[in-house]
């Protein structure tokens, strides 16, 4: 659904009414964003499977930081 419907994709995950990526602080919601546009295989499922893990409290919000893509 990501690949295909990218652009409506993007649009539900940041929004208000999604906690799991609204609730992160602002350098975090920069870095779900740019993973949800440009993350893709496993490392897409990796990245999903850790923000499930932020929103659940099971982990910190810096374990996003290793999905941080460079200039």
């Not at 919601?29 to 990796?46: D, E, Y």
């Amino acid at each position: 659904m990501a690949e295909r419907h990218e652009a409506i994709f993007v649009q539900i995950v940041n929004s208000q009414a999604i906690p799991s990526v609204a609730g992160l602080p602002s350098p975090e919601q920069a870095i779900a964003t740019q993973a949800f546009l440009q993350l893709r295989g496993l490392r897409f499922k990796a990245f999903l499977s850790d923000l499930g893990a932020v929103a659940r409290r099971d982990n910190t919000v810096d374990i996003l930081q290793s999905y941080a893509l460079g200039p």
